[in-house]
């Protein structure tokens, strides 16, 4: 089975692109801020955050970076958080 | 083989800068079904939130090949394509990804057909409990009592029992699941993966927009969910049934904190009365007492 | 090559498994089922190497052929009637994706009230869809066709599905001697299956999320339509071969029978076909100078091949059997919708026959031409455009 003439024919198809939607941290009305000193490296804020947008240091410091250029501000990092080391502050 | 967080798997699947709405609970289900299976999984996703969160085309927020198909098909689709992957030796796992229109309404025959005939799938129902995607209306799967654009009063009947349905279809893997437990549904992602023949998960999903909650309270209401009892998580291998640890404790009602912690977050509840309450109270106990008989305790 | 006696259902099954399709998935609907119940005996006895997923509904049957064709292999389903119209959303979905498969269609009328007789109201409500569409004039051109789709939708220019319509009863369970070739033949004659993209695990393609650019969706939507006119030169060609294999031509989009010092053209599609050649070697030996047009494509619809024969016509009598209700049949609208289009004037006049299955036979095909062909020789046109034609 070869595929022959796609450059040809029009096709519905897509490929992956990260910011497909734009720089969805344009939308945000609350930030995350994260205080590295209280943080116990429990990797919750990571496991929970639905964009993908935090990333984990696992060599160095700081333990978390929150990609702010499509971080949402849903707040869900400083609620799972257990040590209040992520507030959400007024963006902007 | 128990799933830890530090075993999980950076590689993202689901790429951030998606069109979801903040606090998205899809998102997280698609984020953990990467962590779960990784590039073996091809995606087939009839009409619902996830059609729109992968954003425009020419570009794509999934890593996950990903066809998306007619509302009523996904099931059938997906069984095709896994009759193809097996016939061309290719190591993949077909997962249908459905809400409640596209698994337990216009997507019933589809499910169904595909159980009955053992189709060599897995079934995640995301279930938001609305059709979010047409902004709120109301399905089988939205519980009694709930607000939504078409049912402003609260919903009259009670939520479908999808779970034991399926259960009833005597199917190889039969699970419910939540966002709020990460680890629980990628453990049953891949216990699923590992089975041939038909899975079926039914992953809970609170939607920030539809039941009215604060995004940052996605997790929070998820697993308030599971502590009032009023989401039961359990698996079944072969009709064995079995408490997931997360929902053990509230196999003992005194256990069970009490709805109105869960409801009281919740905006798409406001108009339930005291009466409503207790309806939803007994609700809870049948769904209990049902699953331990069936369970055989 | 051994001649059997076969029902035109056994012919669609035998070219399904003489093309080496590996996923059928169907659900019975009569007069389809014959085909179905073939293909399982065939698989199940071992002789056809393929998987059936016995669907629940037609909806699924389209669905999980659709899914085993994106995923990289020939897939086969066939329906009728109150099947194909459930299938409908199926249908456009898959021409859209440009996924090649291909579809038998056992043409039955459509309800209410049920009726499981021939015509071809079901098959004609997907002409817009960007489906390939050809109807059979007898059993041996349901098998031959049947093959020769593989090759025509599978080929490069064209990536688009396609249908193979035979009318209920009688095509689908009237048995005809039919040839039927040897696998070594239709392994020569099919290559490898292509198609534009395919489905695989850790190959990062999204397939129908929302266009950015709504010039870019019309511009599929073009592209399908030019796909199908790039498909005529496909047809013709894969004719060629299969007549230069198998010593059987069918002429490409259309065959003219006796249509070289035609005065009035007779133009119909399907398995009455056959009768409208008793009526024209009747009617000529009358001294009626006819000619018949059998339609083999409606789509891509013969528009060059039409336009050639009728440009010297006195008349031209579109023969439907099935109407596009409050308009006319779908087959004279095509017609003459294109003669007036390239400026041919000459009066065409349309026949509704045979709807709902009621029997036309050759001598109502005659008596039909004779007085269209009478008024038309006297007045030089026709006084009324359409005619729902009952019997002599």
């Known amino acids: 089975m070869s595929e022959g003439g796609v450059k040809s024919k029009v096709l519905p198809i897509s490929r992956p692109c990260v910011g497909v939607a734009g720089k969805t941290g344009s939308w945000r009305v609350m930030r995350p801020v994260y205080n590295d000193s209280k943080c116990i490296k429990c990797r919750l804020c990571w496991l929970y955050c639905p964009e993908n947008a935090i990333d984990l240091n696992e060599e160095g410091e700081p333990f978390i970076s929150i990609d702010y250029d499509y971080c949402k501000g849903c707040g869900i990092c400083a609620t799972v958080c257990p040590k209040n080391a992520i507030t959400m502050v007024p963006e902007g | 083989m128990p799933v830890t967080l530090r075993d999980l798997p950076k590689e993202k699947l689901l790429l951030p800068g998606n069109a979801s709405c903040p606090g998205c609970p899809e998102a997280l289900g698609l984020k953990y079904l990467g962590m779960a299976l990784g590039k073996k999984v091809i995606l087939v996703v009839p009409a619902g939130c996830t059609s729109i969160i992968q954003g425009l085309m020419p570009g794509g927020a999934f890593i996950y090949p990903t066809f998306n198909v007619p509302f009523a098909s996904s099931d059938a689709v997906a069984a095709g394509m896994s009759a193809a992957k097996e016939i061309l030796g290719e190591d993949a796992v077909v997962v249908a990804w459905g809400g409640d229109g596209g698994t337990a309404d216009i997507g019933f025959a589809t499910l169904s057909g595909a159980a009955e005939r053992n189709d060599n799938i897995i079934h995640i129902c995301v279930d938001n409990e609305a059709y979010m995607n047409t902004g709120i209306q109301r399905s089988s799967l939205t519980p009694y009592g709930a607000w939504t654009t078409t049912t402003w009063r609260g919903k009259r009947e009670n939520k479908k029992e999808l779970p034991l349905i399926m259960l009833m279809h005597k199917v190889p893997y039969v699970a419910t699941a939540s966002v709020g437990y990460p680890l629980d549904f990628i453990a049953k992602l891949r216990k699923a993966a590992s089975i041939k023949g038909f899975k079926f998960i039914h992953l809970h999903a609170p939607c920030p927009v539809g039941w009215r909650f604060d995004p940052s309270r996605t997790v929070e209401v998820a697993k308030l969910a599971v502590e009032t009892g009023m989401w039961i998580l359990f698996e079944a291998e072969n009709g064995k049934i079995t408490i997931s640890p997360p929902s053990r404790p509230y196999a003992d009602k005194s256990k069970r904190k009490p709805i109105e912690e869960y409801i009281k977050l919740q905006g798409r509840f406001r108009t339930l009365s005291k009466d409503d309450i207790k309806i939803l109270e007994k609700a809870v106990d049948d769904a209990w007492n049902t699953i331990l008989k069936l369970a055989g305790k | 090559m051994v001649v059997k006696p076969l029902t035109g259902n056994y012919a669609a099954a035998y070219a399904a498994k003489l093309s080496r399709v590996k996923v059928v998935a169907a659900y019975p609907i009569t007069p ?39 995923g990289g292999v020939r897939a086969f389903t066939a329906t009728s009637s109150q099947g194909l119209l459930y299938m409908h959303e199926m249908v456009w979905w898959v021409a859209g994706s440009r996924i090649p498969l291909v579809m038998a269609i056992v043409t039955r009328t459509l309800g209410p009230p049920w009726n499981i007789w021939t015509d071809h109201s079901d098959i004609m409500d997907q002409r817009d869809s960007g489906w390939l569409i050809m109807m059979a004039e007898h059993n041996q051109e349901v098998l031959d066709e049947t093959i020769k789709m593989f090759k025509i939708t599978e080929d490069p220019r ?189 009066p065409v006049k349309n026949v509704l026959a045979g709807i709902t299955g009621l029997d036309v036979t050759y001598e109502d095909i005659i008596d039909a031409v004779l007085k269209s062909v009478a008024e038309v020789e006297e007045t030089g046109r026709f006084s009324k455009f359409i005619e729902w034609y009952y019997g002599r």
């Not at chain 3, 014959?34 to 393929?50: C, H, P, R, S, Y």
């Not at chain 3, 850790?202 to 511009?219: A, C, Q, T």
């Open chain 3, 32 to 70: 389809q089922t014959t085909i179905v119940e073939k293909l399982a005996q065939f698989i199940e006895n071992g002789e056809m190497d393929a998987k059936m997923i016995r669907v629940e509904s037609e909806h699924s049957a389209l669905a999980a052929a659709y899914g085993a064709a994106s």
């Open chain 3, 158 to 346: 064209v990536f688009l599905p396609g249908m193979v319509g035979l009318d209920a009863f009688i095509l689908s369970h009237t048995t005809e001697p039919v040839d039927i070739p040897d696998q070594e033949l239709v392994d020569a004659f099919l290559p490898p299956r292509r198609q534009p993209y395919v489905f695989k695990p850790g190959d990062s393609l999204l397939m129908g999320n929302v266009p950015r650019n709504l010039k870019e969706n019309m511009k599929m939507r073009e592209d399908i339509h030019n796909s199908l006119e790039a498909a005529k030169r496909v047809i013709e060609e894969v004719d060629e071969e299969w007549g230069r294999l198998t010593g059987r031509r069918y002429g490409g989009l259309i065959e003219c029978y006796r249509c070289e010092d035609a005065s009035h053209f007779i133009i119909g599609m399907g398995a009455w076909v056959g009768d409208m050649r008793e009526a024209v070697d009747s009617l000529r030996t009358n001294g009626v100078k006819v000619g018949l047009i059998k339609v083999r494509y409606v789509r891509p619809f013969p528009r060059e091949d039409i336009l050639k024969w009728a440009v010297n016509a006195k008349s031209v009598i579109v023969f439907d059997r099935s109407v596009s209700a409050g308009s006319a049949g779908p087959l004279f609208l095509d017609v003459a919708a294109h003669l007036m289009a390239a400026g041919i004037r000459v």
